[in-house]
Every structure is written in C-alpha cells, then in structure tokens.
C-alpha cells in the first residue's frame, strides 16, 4: 500500500466550476503537506504548504489537511482552462525531508 | 518562489554512453537536492537525495552506480547516468530544498528528458 493515494482521474469540469481533488495518507508521522502543479512535460511547480492540520488559502487556492481523519484537499474556485494539468498532493515527516507523492489526479476544465 | 534549473532540457544520446544532467539553484542555497524521476502519466519516484558535501542517499532498488549524483555546492547537484541503455530514458527532475535554513518547501526544476537510442 503506498503511503499517499490519490485518485489519477481524469477529472473533467466546466469552466468556472469548483475543483474538488483530495488524497489519503497512512503515515501518522506526516507533518508536512504540499500540492504540486504539473503541466505535461514539465517541472512541478508548488502551490500551497500547510504544516499540520488546518487551511490555508492563496487566491482561488484552498488547501485543507485533517489530520484526523488523514486526508488532505485542494479546492480551485473559478477553475479556468489553464488549470488543466496534473495535480500532485505530497507529504513529508520532516521540513526538509523526502517528499512521499500522491499519483497525481489529471484535471482537465473545459471552456 | 525560488528558481531551479535544469541543463540540458532534452538529450538524446546513443546506448553505452553516459550523460550528466546539472540541476542548480539560482536564487537561493540549497542544502538538500532530490533527484527523481518520472514516466509517463506516472508519479515521480524519488531516486536518491542530495546533501551538499557529502555522499548521496539513494532509494531502494536505485542502482548507486549507475546513477552517480555528485554535489559539489549549495547551488550545484549533478546526475550523470553512466552507460545509458534504452530502459534508462526517462523524465528525470531535481529539487531542492532550503532545508533547515527554511520551512522546507521543495522546488523542482524543469525536467530533462532523455532518450537513448
């Protein structure tokens, strides 16, 4: 069993909708918890780190972590076509340790 | 955010030869690099972290000799994939990390995708 699930999707949704992607986590050590953004043939690029429970938001980015329950969200309001990408969730027990990704959840908004 | 790049962005390059991929920092140092890398609609598998003067840590299953990651400064951490066969092209990306001089955030370079002929 890998220690962060997620779900690959595809997940499609009209622009202007709320994306909804969320992930699982087994490892009660997790401390730390990032969404990534990837665009096909490129680098991640961060989003949101949260440490602990609790949400944080940036602009049309919320990022929510329960620690009780072990899952993690990110919700995009006012999706736009140029948020199609994959969206990778990752946890770490450290702030400077090895990340432990999600399989990633493609995300395709359509206009 | 802080800035990582990655050189060279694709290669090509024939069975049997080697070939380095530099990833570098370029705005801030980095005391910890992560190399992984990643097939096609897949995850990233991490390969093996990078601490700045001392020797990699590689994951399981990575071969420590094919896969040589020297780093050399703060700002400099190089992968040089030694005789490359055809199973060994791929997406192979670094990051890294403020570590403890930060709160930790990773940064990923661009990529560099290698094929071998």
């Known amino acids: 069993q890998k220690e962060v699930e997620q779900d690959p999707g595809p997940l499609s949704v009209p622009e202007g909708a709320i994306v909804s992607l969320n992930c699982t986590y087994s490892?009660?050590?997790?401390?730390?918890f990032m969404w990534y953004r990837q665009y096909s043939r490129k680098g991640p690029e961060l989003l949101m780190y949260?440490?602990?429970?609790g949400n944080k938001e940036d602009g049309r980015f919320t990022a929510q972590v329960d620690k009780s329950s072990k899952y993690i969200s990110l919700f995009i309001r006012d999706s736009q076509p140029s948020d199609s990408a994959t969206y990778l969730c990752?946890?770490?027990?450290?702030?400077?340790?090895?990340?432990?990704f999600g399989a990633g959840t493609q995300v395709v908004v359509t206009p | 955010g802080a800035v990582v790049s990655q050189h060279p962005s694709r290669v090509i390059c024939k069975s049997g030869t080697s070939v380095k991929i530099e990833c570098r920092s370029l705005?801030?140092?980095?005391?910890?690099m992560f190399w992984y890398r990643q097939f096609p609609k897949k995850s990233l598998m991490l390969m093996a972290t990078?601490?700045?003067?001392?020797?990699?840590?590689?994951e399981q299953g990575v071969e420590k000799d094919k896969f040589l990651i020297n780093h050399a400064s703060l700002t400099l951490s190089t992968l040089t994939v030694t005789s490359a066969h055809p199973e060994d092209s791929s997406f192979y990306i670094c990051?890294?990390?403020?570590?403890?001089?930060?709160?930790?955030?990773?940064?990923f370079g661009p990529g560099t995708r290698l094929t071998v002929t």
């Open positions: 990051s890294a990390s403020l570590g403890t001089y930060g709160s930790g955030e990773q940064y």
């Open positions: 490892n009660s050590a997790f401390q730390y």
């Open positions: 949260t440490y602990s429970s």
């Open positions: 990752a946890a770490s027990t450290d702030s400077w340790g090895k990340l432990q």
């Open positions: 705005d801030f140092q980095a005391t910890t």
């Open positions: 990078s601490n700045e003067g001392s020797k990699a840590t590689y």
